[in-house]
């Protein structure tokens, strides 16, 4: 099975700064790879899909890159609004996992 | 409105079944490979399995933690998707979601239900 992994498991950053977060798979997973957000008590949101591809409706102000094991999501510009936990998800054809979330919040 | 809306969640004994329904609104519901994710209170997501569109034979997919208890199904007729749970254990606790797999990229979930809560306790 693919293992993700993410980093920082946690920050706290000022509102407008830019906020980076890292997602790592155990094995080459090319572009394979999405970003969600989730706010407390909430269903999670589908924010970016085949590593680099803004869903439709969201922000300019998120993006990812990356590809095979190490990707990006970044935030440019952090909104009050954007106070959650995220989580990457790689997938092939038979298996799906999540990272285990980067929690984001205002210092 | 495109919506899914879980039912079934409850408290149950260890060793007992649980069936969760997911009823689809909004779009064609037989275009879509469906899934089901998990999470356990306090705890990251979990994928639990996937039932694939009629184009694809509606094959289904498990992670290895669930495997040969529980059993994912849906009744296209009836926009309808299905997690029938057995042989329950505490470490299922969670709150389960329904999420569809979009239409150019199935393994991107666009659209989530609000989650049903299963709590597995003596």
């Known amino acids: 099975d693919i293992q993700m992994t993410q980093s920082p498991s946690s920050l706290s950053a000022s509102v407008g700064d830019r906020v980076t977060i890292t997602c790592q798979a155990s094995q080459d997973i090319s572009n394979y790879l999405n970003w969600y957000q989730q706010k407390p008590g909430k269903a999670p949101k589908l924010l970016i899909y085949d590593a680099s591809n803004l869903e439709t409706g969201v922000p300019s102000r998120f993006s990812g890159s990356g590809s095979g094991t190490d990707f990006t999501f970044t935030i440019s510009s952090l909104q009050p609004e954007d106070i959650a936990t995220y989580y990457c998800?790689?997938?092939?054809?038979?298996?799906?996992?999540f990272g285990p979330g980067t929690k984001v919040d205002i210092k | 409105e495109v919506q899914l809306v879980e039912s079934g969640g409850g408290l149950v004994q260890p060793g007992g079944s649980l069936r969760l329904s997911c009823a689809a609104s909004?779009?064609?519901?037989?275009?879509?490979?469906m899934d089901w994710v998990r999470q356990a209170p306090g705890k990251g997501l979990e994928w639990v399995g996937r039932?694939?569109?009629?184009?694809?034979?509606?094959?289904?997919e498990y992670a290895a933690s669930v495997k040969g208890r529980f059993t994912i199904s849906r009744d296209d007729s009836k926009n309808s998707l299905y997690l029938q749970m057995n042989s329950l254990k505490t470490e299922d606790t969670a709150v389960y979601y329904c999420?569809?797999?979009?239409?150019?990229?199935?393994?991107?979930?666009?659209?989530w239900g609000q989650g049903t809560m299963v709590t597995v306790s003596s």
């Open positions: 999420a569809r797999g979009g239409i150019w990229n199935p393994w991107a979930f666009d659209i």
């Open positions: 039932t694939r569109n009629k184009a694809n034979s509606y094959t289904t």
């Open positions: 998800q790689q997938y092939d054809n038979l298996s799906i996992s």
């Open positions: 909004g779009f064609t519901f037989s275009d879509h490979y």
